[in-house]
DNA sequence: CAGAATCCAGCTCGATACTG
DNA sequence: CAGTATCGAGCTGGATTCTG
């Protein structure tokens, strides 16, 4: 890395920021398997609010990681589908999700026994 | 994936929680080269406050990412060395490393075409 | 040097109500 | 159905001060 690979800038923080929000990850590995309505997305994702859903939506449209199509039947009906860039990114993120698979029981028991030192007074 | 694929409890979301924290991966970048000292740390780190260093120091060491290790000096030295399995970690973030560096400017361009439209009413 | 503790400004996000 | 607008509680994180 060069000197400036820790500054704000960098795109690896860039795309950190992105996945840093679970709703547009989620939404992203919905999507991956066809489009989906609003509605639909707000029932299937556990605890997104309508607010949180909406402004996600509006940002990985902007990302050009997944489009928006308003189809005019009344009332008004709106696809969501993931773009071949989004593709990409729902792929790469899975290689996370291999590693949590892998190795966050080994995260979780550290972390039980961190606590229980502690809690043991240090 | 399964039904409860997008409950707060999955894997993968625990990750993710993890490296939401910028401090975390760059933390976990840095010390990929050898062990550092904290204030070393803090030195290298563009932005980070002491009380952010501190907090994500005592998490990476909670998760076993990275150990800590006091040097009986006058004044104390601390050592902050990265695991094994922190090791594997960083070598995954990396994976959206590689995906920023192909991507991001894809993402860039379209952000100021999508922010052109709307500036033009749309 | 390596932190812990306190205080507080700012942002996030859920809840609620309203619209085309 | 698919949103927007507004308000407020709560968490986040910077600045500052103090310690072994």
Redesign the pocket.
Known sequence: MGPNAYAATCPTRLVLDRIA?KWAVLVLGLLLDGPV????LRRTIE??????L?QT??SLERDDLVT?KAIATV??????SITSLGKTLAVTVDSLRIWAEAHMESVQDAQQRYDARKAAGL
């Open positions: 929000d309505r609003f509605n639909q605890g997104v609010s309508q607010k949180m909406s939506l509006k928006r009332p008004v009906t709106v696809e969501y």
